[in-house]
């Protein structure tokens, strides 16, 4: 059967999300707000009591962070998502002071350094007083990760001589400051375009790449199981469906069980075919030779992080033996489902190949282990939910540690045998 795509997206275009991993509400009042993972991640860093919250009230012109004379209000990482110009949407992150002390102050510290994996860019705020010692180091670890930064002096109104702390910040820290008052207003502007100068040009990766062109006929196969609700579609099934339109694409929708008769209706066969992964051997059965194939997960796998590298990773389930650990990663969180394809389908299509004692364990959102050499294999999700960056860095954070990672929808293609057939971005 084939859906008619207006039917598609009255029924699940927006978010926000819930139950289960990219599923989307049918009925949502946030029709135009675009994802927090396609939003551009910009955090604040700097030590406590130095203004972080404020400041982000005074950028955003709103009573968005809880703001408190006493230090350490900030705890944990909050997000913001709204829209700024001349950036567009983006999500702000007020982040913990990273000079917290105690036992708490270390886990805080620590979740504000995860902080670091998912920005695209940081604000490293300060008031120009102490030794620039704690600054010093944090700048470090932002530039080793590559990490665009802005200096923000902050609380200029309090400051007798801001010209030579700006000074003593460029000389001490290597970054001319942009100085601001969350008080007054003052810089504000000048902050937002500094912002923009360095975050540089957003570019926008499409979903299909040069999979899909204009006029092509690309034929979508979505199975509605569990996973997806009566009502919703996955998220990335209905990015991929705007990505396409976007192209001046023919779209057509099918489920698995409608695929030979949607094949029939057209007088040529699709140019592409994208299908739920977990149907992936059943689909290249019946599709036909002109075709190509790859499934949502594998365009995921292009569009988050590095396709090629984990297409290389599917590889490492051939060396698995019955003693490996494989870490499953999902980037949302949701209460375990029948069958889920993370939990379930494809542990026991590993444990059928290799053996029953093979040892799975499982993180979600944003949990991501130090320390990843106990395990033979990484297994990640889409990760339709986080942005490119987290991605990216946990890739980077795998190969740096000598484990192969790969995600779900290439891991089956691998064990079904038809890897070589798919076509990736």
């Known amino acids: 059967m084939l859906y008619p795509l207006f039917r598609i997206f009255r029924n699940a ?16 009042p946030n029709l135009n707000q675009a994802p927090q993972a396609v939003r551009r ?14 400041l982000l009230n005074a950028i955003t012109g709103q009573s968005v962070a809880i703001v408190s004379d006493q230090p350490g209000t900030t705890t944990d990482p909050v997000n913001r998502a ?49 030794d620039l010692k704690p600054e010093c180091e944090w700048l470090a670890l932002l530039q080793r990760r590559e990490l665009p930064t802005v200096l923000v002096l902050n609380k200029v109104d309090t400051i007798d001589d801001v010209q030579s702390v700006a000074l003593r910040l460029k000389v001490v820290l290597g970054l001319e400051p942009v100085p601001v008052s969350n008080v007054t207003g003052q810089g504000m ?33 979505m199975p509605q199981d569990p996973q997806a609700p009566k009502g919703r579609l996955i998220l990335p099934q209905v990015q991929t469906i705007r990505d396409l339109l976007d192209k001046d694409c023919t779209v057509l929708c099918c489920t698995l069980e409608g695929l030979e008769r949607s094949l029939a209706a057209l007088r040529q066969p699709p140019a592409l075919i994208i299908t739920d992964s977990q149907v992936f051997k059943a689909v290249y059965e019946l599709k036909p030779a002109q075709s190509r194939l790859t499934s949502f997960s594998v365009l995921m796998a292009a569009l988050k992080g590095n396709v090629a590298v984990m297409a290389r990773g599917a590889a490492a389930i051939d060396r698995l033996t019955p003693q490996s650990r494989i870490l499953i990663a999902e980037a949302c969180t949701h209460a375990p489902m029948s069958e889920d394809i993370g939990r379930e389908k494809i542990p026991a299509m590993i444990r059928r ?73």
């Open 353 to 425: 190949r290799v053996g029953e004692s093979v040892a799975f364990d499982l993180v979600s959102g944003k949990d991501w282990p130090a320390d990843l050499t106990p395990y033979d294999l990484i297994i990640h999700c889409g990760a339709c939910m986080f942005n490119r960056r987290l991605m990216q860095s946990r890739i980077a954070r795998a190969q740096e540690q000598a484990v192969p990672i790969t995600n779900y929808g290439l891991a089956i293609a691998h064990l079904q045998g038809i890897l070589p057939q798919v076509t990736l971005p």
């Open 189 to 221: 502007a000048e902050l937002r375009q500094a912002m923009a100068r360095a975050a540089g040009n957003d570019e926008q990766l499409t979903i299909t790449g040069a999979l899909a062109a204009k006029g092509d006929t690309v034929l979508l196969v």
């Open 41 to 54: 991640h910009i955090a604040i860093f700097g030590r406590r009591n130095v203004g972080k919250s404020s």
């Open 13 to 28: 275009c927006a978010s926000p999300f819930r139950g289960t991993e990219g599923a989307l509400d049918a009925v949502s």
């Open 82 to 130: 709204m829209e700024l110009l001349p950036l567009g949407p983006v999500v702000f992150i007020d982040t913990a002071g990273f000079d917290d002390e105690g036992a708490v102050g270390t886990l805080r510290n620590e979740r504000t350094r995860r902080v670091v994996d998912q920005a695209d860019l940081a604000l490293l705020v300060t008031d120009g007083s102490g």
